[in-house]
C-alpha cells in the first residue's frame, strides 16, 4: 500500500499526540515518578543545605547561562529560572528536578517497549516503574569525580540524556512495527530526532553520534534479519527508507550543535584540537587499562578511564563498606547472567531478546578497553581510526547504553523469577504469597549498592571534606554589578588553566569567570585553550595575555607588547582574584601582583573596588597608548 506525504505526516503527528497521551494515561505512575524525584532532591539538599555541587566541568547553575532557551537544554534551563524567579539557588534545584524527573519518565517510556515483550500485562507498568526509578541509582554514578550523585553520572547533561533514551526507545519500538510500515517508519522519524537534539558540546556529539548510528545500523540488521527468518514483509525498499529518513531527520535536528562544524576544515579542525587536548591529558591507548578497565569491574558499571586516578577518592567507597561491595555484584547478576540463563525459556520474542543482550555483551567487553580479553582486538580498532581512543574513551558507552539498559533488564530477572517461582507445582498455596517478598528483597539489595548516595559520602569535596557544595560570595556579585555598569572586557589574575581550585570551596572548570559575568567578556588561559588552540593567532594571544614582563626572571619591567595586547582587546579591567589557591595556577601570585604593582606605579592602572578577596582595576588606555607609542 502506498502512502502518499501527506499521509504519512499526518501520521506522525498522530504518532507524537498517542505517545502524549500514554505518558498522561500512566500519570499515577508520573506522579510516582515525580515523587521519586523529589526524594532524590531532598536527599542532595539535606547534605549541601542548599549549595551549588561541584562537578568536574561545570560551575553550578553558572553553565546554563550561555544556551538559555537556545538548545533544547536551555529551554529546561531558562523555565528553571523563570520559575524561581531568577534565584540561581532555587533554579538549579529545580533544572535537576525537572531533569531527573524528564530522565525517570524517558527510562519508563524505554522499560515499556523492551519489558511488553516479556512481562505478563498485569505486571508490566509496575516493573517499568521499578526500572525506571532504579535507572538514577546504578553503581556507575559513583564512578565520577567528587560531584555528587548528579554531577557527571550522565556526563552532567541530565535532560539531554533523557533525549537520547527516548531515542533508544523509538528505536526498539520500530521491531514492533514491523507490519506497519506507517509505524515504522514513524519509529525511525522519531528516533533519529531524538537522537539529534539530544546531542551535547564538542566533543561528546561525535560520541553520541557514533554510538546512536552503531545502534541504528545494528537494529536495521537484526530487524532485516528477523523479517527474513520470519516471512515477514520488511523489504530492501523498507531498510533504504530507514536509512535515509534516520539520516535526514538526526541530521536536522542535531544542528543547533554541529552547524558550526559543517566545514571540513572547521570539522578537522575541532576532531583534531579536542583529540590533541585529551591525548596531552594522558589519553593514550594504555590510559585506558588497569584494575578498573577489567571486566569484573566494568559489569558491575564502576569500569571508567577516571575512576582509579590518584586524586580521586570515590573507588574506595565500595571496599570499606562491606555489604555495598557485595550489593554491587547483584547488578551483574540480574542484568546479565540470570537472563542469560533463563533466557531460552522465552517463547516471544527471543530473537529480541538476545539482540539487546549482545548488544549490552558487546558495550562490556569495548568498556573494559585493552585489557584482556580480546585486548588486542580494542587496541587494534583504536589504533586504527585516529584519535579513536579519544573520542570513544571507557564510561561513554558505560553512561549511554549500560546505564539505561541494566535497570530494564534487572528489572526483568526480578519479574522472571518471581513470575516461575510463584507458579511453581510444588509451591504450597500458602507460601505463594509470600513470593511477593522475593522481588522486593532483591530491589532493596540493588538499593543498598547505592548507600553512599543516601548516607551523603558521595557529596563529600575531596579539596574540602567539611563542606558540601558550596556558595558564590557576595563580593563576586559586587564585583559584576559593578563590570556590568561600564560593560567593558575584563582580564583575570592570576592567570588560570582549564581548572580552578578556591578558598570557598569551588573546584571546577575555570569557565565559571566567563559564565558568571556574562554579558561581559572575561578573558583568561582557559578561553584560549580548547578548540581554539588550533589557531596561531589565538596561540600567540594566549601567550601574551599570560606574559606582563620583558623578561620572566626580570619581573621589573613591563611588556609593550603585552600593554599593546590590552589595548588591541580593549580590555579596561584587571580582576585580581586572592581565592584562586595558587598551587593550582599556571603560576604564583607573585608573578602577577608584580605586574599589577608596576601598573599602579606606572599610574597605568588604578583601584576601583577593593573588596576583601577580590580587587578590580581600571585599565588607563591614554597612559597606556602614550607608552606604547615611545
Sequence with gaps: MKVSLQQFLYAEMEDLVLFLRNVLKYKRYVLLLGIISLLYISVILFY??????????????????????????????????????????????????????????ASFYLSLQILSKFVPKDLLLISSAVAASLSFIEPFVLTDYYSSLLGNAWLGFLFPSSLFILFLAFLFRSYSAIDDKTKFLNSMLLSGSFLGISLTPFPNDIRIIVMGYFLFIATIIFIFLYSLSNGKSFTGRMVFLS?????????????????????????????????TSVHMGGGSLGFYTGNFNTIPQVIRLLGSWSFPTGFIIYHNIYYRINVVNISSYFWPFLALFFPLFFGYKLKKNRGFFLFIMILVILSVFWEKGGNPPFGSIWYYVNSKVPFGYSFMPTGTIQSYILGPLYPVLATLSIVLM???????????????????????????????????????????????????????????????????????????????????????????????????????????????????SLSPSVLEVHDLLNTPFINDTNLSSLSTIWLSELVDLNISYIIFDFTIIPSYVEFNYTYYLSAINLLLQGHLATLVLPLKNLKIYKINKSDILEIIKQ
Design 243 to 275: 536509512v535515509i529518513m534516520f539520516i535526514i531527520t538526526s541530521f536536522v535536528f542535531s544542528l543547533f550543535d554541529t552547524y558550526p562544524m559543517l566545514s571540513i576544515n572547521q570539522l578537522m579542525r575541532y576532531y583534531v584540537a579536542a583529540s
Design 48 to 105: 549541601t543545605h542548599g549549595a551549588l555541587m561541584f562537578d568536574g566541568n561545570y560551575a553550578g547553575f553558572y553553565h546554563l547561562v550561555p544556551s538559555l532557551f537556545t538548545t533544547p537544554n536551555g529551554i529546561l534551563e531558562g523555565v528553571s529560572l523563570l520559575i524561581s524567579q531568577g534565584n540561581i539557588y532555587a533554579a538549579y534545584y529545580v533544572y535537576l528536578y525537572l531533569s531527573i524527573l524528564s530522565l525517570l519518565i
Design 418 to 532: 518471581y513470575s516461575y517461582i510463584k507458579n511453581m507445582r510444588r509451591l504450597r498455596k500458602g507460601l505463594r504469597k509470600l513470593v511477593i517478598f522475593i522481588p522486593i528483597a532483591l530491589v532493596i539489595i540493588l538499593v543498598v549498592a547505592e548507600m553512599p548516595v543516601f548516607d551523603g559520602q558521595l557529596e563529600e569535596n575531596y579539596w574540602a571534606p567539611k563542606s558540601d557544595g558550596f556558595f558564590i560570595p557576595s563580593q563576586y556579585n559586587y564585583a559584576r554589578d559593578f563590570l556590568l555598569s561600564d560593560s567593558q572586557d575584563v582580564l583575570l589574575f592570576p592567570g588560570t588553566g582549564p581548572w580552578i581550585t578556591t578558598s570557598w570551596n569551588y573546584s571546577g572548570s575555570s569557565e565559571f569567570y566567563y559564565n558568571f559575568f556574562l554579558p561581559l567578556n572575561v578573558s583568561n588561559t582557559y578561553e584560549f585553550s580548547g578548540t581554539s
